[in-house]
């Protein structure tokens, strides 16, 4: 899971009726800049997770993306537990939780509002994002292609987190925004040297 990075939503489950055990939630926003990341926000383009993409991944459901605690629900190739869909507005999903030990303490704590945040875990695609500054030392993140969606989690301690791959991209948008203020001090001493 090397390069994964993580953004966080909200979840929510049916209350008023106690013999549901539905989960839903959000788990990625389209055209919504996201908080400051650290030096950067972010956007999710529409076209970054397609119907047809999310049904080509193999997403498994866990809670604070821990594998070991066991697996809510999944969805491989479109198929499963999972119930994912894609709307104007993002990915949602669905699931019911099951009579376990983990899906009766999710269940439990989801319906109490103690566990109100998901979370999704993915990679963006070699070309698949831009960046922009937009001011105030402040840099924009658009991502245009998901290269894989890893998992959705239910999470306690939402915290927003991006891996050394945001970090790059970034780097190298200040680096070459300096590179381009270097030569152009060194065109403008040139000029200057001609006209004296």
């Known amino acids: ?9 909200e979840v ?3 209350t008023e009726d106690t013999t549901n055990r539905e989960i839903s939630g959000t788990a990625i926003v389209f055209n919504s800049p996201s908080e400051d990341l650290g ?7 529409p076209e970054a997770c397609t119907p047809e993409f999310l049904q080509s991944q193999d997403i498994c459901l866990l809670y604070n ?3 070991d605690a066991g697996v ?14 894609v709307d104007a507005n993002g990915v949602n999903f669905n699931f019911k939780a099951r009579d376990t030990s983990l899906g009766n303490e999710v269940l439990s704590a989801v319906k109490a509002g103690d ?7 993915f990679r963006v695609a070699e070309g698949g994002e ?5 001011g105030n030392n402040m840099y924009k993140r658009i991502i245009s292609k998901l290269e894989c969606i890893r998992d959705f989690s239910l999470v306690l301690y939402p915290a927003y987190g991006a891996t050394s791959a945001s970090y790059r991209g970034l780097e190298e948008l200040k680096a070459e925004e300096l590179r381009k203020l270097e030569e ?9 040297e001609t006209d004296n």
């Open 72 to 85: 809510l629900a999944r969805s491989k190739n479109g198929k499963g537990t999972l119930v994912t869909s």
């Open 12 to 14: 929510r489950a049916n």
């Open 130 to 134: 831009s960046w922009v500054n937009i």
């Open 39 to 45: 030096g950067f926000i972010e956007e999710i383009l």
């Open 1 to 9: 899971m090397e390069n994964l990075e993580i953004r966080y939503l």
């Open 184 to 192: 152009l001090k060194e065109e403008e001493a040139r000029k200057a």
């Open 65 to 67: 993306h821990e594998s």
């Open 115 to 121: 566990l109100n945040q998901c979370s999704f875990a």
